[in-house]
């Protein structure tokens, strides 16, 4: 039997949870829970996350902040990602994540989810290199409207 499509409403909030399958472990060691928390900022876009590009413009505003620290002119860092949600607080849990989230564009929990889901499954296989068959995240997250 299909699930049925959520519809989320734009500027409610919502608790949204997103567990690791069979309670297995989501964060082993701190570069994961750094990397989670990575997630959260990177997959908030409209656009899909393209992670070259994003570490050459750091690249770049990391190279204008040791101008001005040597005194020369400096060219403001823009932030161009079209936010989907916003983010009001988060917990990451050792098997699973916790967020209040406000969502901005049309389906924009579900997009951001999605990416942070297929995201950072790929990038804990590949670190522990796991050959996984099936769900990384038990059935699909879930949310509560808060307000």
């Known amino acids: 039997m299909p699930k049925e499509k959520r519809n989320f409403v734009n500027g409610e909030i919502y608790h949204v949870v997103l567990r690791r399958m069979g309670n297995e472990l989501l964060f082993k060691d701190i570069d994961d829970y750094y990397r989670g928390i990575f997630y959260l900022y990177e997959c908030n876009d409209k656009n899909p996350v393209d992670l070259r590009q994003r570490r ?7 190279k204008q902040l040791k101008k001005l620290n040597e005194g020369q002119t400096f060219v403001n860092w823009k932030d161009k ?5 916003e983010v009001l607080a988060f ?4 098997n699973h994540i916790h967020l209040l989230l406000r969502q901005l564009k049309d389906n924009g929990i579900s997009k951001f989810i999605q990416k942070i ?24 997250f879930t949310a509560v409207h808060v307000a």
């Open 56 to 62: 050459e413009a750091r690249a770049r505003f990391k």
């Open 81 to 85: 990602r079209e936010k989907i949600v």
């Open 91 to 94: 917990c990451l849990m050792p």
């Open 117 to 140: 889901a297929s995201g950072y499954a790929n990038y804990f296989k590949k670190k522990y290199k796991i050959t996984l068959k099936g769900h990384f995240f038990q059935d699909r």
